[in-house]
């Protein structure tokens, strides 16, 4: 039966990756849980093998059947069209539009401090909402 399994396990519910042990009775794995917003999400789960290859099951398609993940009314293609047509249907009144941020002119403060060394921040340059800066950002030393 595993070895049955084993052909499904690539890019369909679980990679091998997340598997941490499996015996007879049962399958150790890693998951993560997304109620938590910082720090160590991933957690291990231990289930009797009869309720893994259970769940498991559940993932496995059909023969001739393909993974969408993105379907429906809310599809990025045409959900403005659906949603106004949704509220349309439902009667609703259309959403004010929300005011430009970039028409109106903001003074700058250089009283913020460096969020890294805690220093006076300088003004490199200076672009509106939707230009593209000429320059970039130094590299933060976390990634180095």
Not at 55 to 76: C, E, K, Q, S, T
Not at 85 to 112: H, K, N, S, Y
């Amino acid at each position: 039966m595993l070895a049955y399994l084993s052909r499904y396990t690539h890019r369909v519910a679980i990679s091998n990756h997340r598997l941490i042990s499996a015996d007879a009775d049962t399958v150790a794995f890693r998951w993560k849980d997304y109620r938590i917003k910082h720090g160590n999400r991933q957690k291990v789960m231990r289930l009797a093998t009869d309720e893994f290859i259970r769940r498991f099951l559940a993932h496995v398609l059909p023969d001739g059947f393909h993974r969408i993940r993105h379907y429906g009314l809310l599809a990025a293609a045409q959900r403005k069209a659906n949603i106004a047509r949704i509220r349309d249907l439902l009667g609703q009144a259309r959403p004010e539009p929300e005011p430009q941020l970039g028409a109106e002119i903001v003074p700058l403060t250089l009283r913020e401090p460096c969020p890294s060394c805690g220093g006076q921040m300088r003004i490199i340059e200076i672009f509106r909402q939707g230009q593209r800066p000429t320059s970039r950002a130094p590299p933060r030393e976390q990634a180095a």
